[in-house]
């Protein structure tokens, strides 16, 4: 899961948003330890932090079901 997620100031990335969308739809992942590597890969990486925004934006208000489906990088 942290592979579909993803500049300083991570917080306008939507790390957090994400890994806890993410996380209460998966529960072996963790969200603070989601959000941590997001964060981490954002630093530094506007490709990575905006297909964050990308990806929290999609799935902010989808089913669990539905974020497993929906909201796939282009190409996949």
Known sequence: MAASLANAGCSDA???????????????LDA???TASCEA????NPD??????D???CIQD???DEV???CRPSGE
């Open 68 to 70: 497993f489906f929906e």
């Open 55 to 57: 990806r929290a934006a």
């Open 62 to 64: 989808l089913t669990c």
């Open 32 to 34: 603070a330890n989601c």
């Open 41 to 44: 890969l954002s630093e530094g």
């Open 14 to 28: 939507g790390c957090s948003e994400l890994c806890e969308k993410e996380a209460s739809c998966n529960v072996e």
């Open 48 to 53: 990575y932090a905006d297909a964050v925004a």
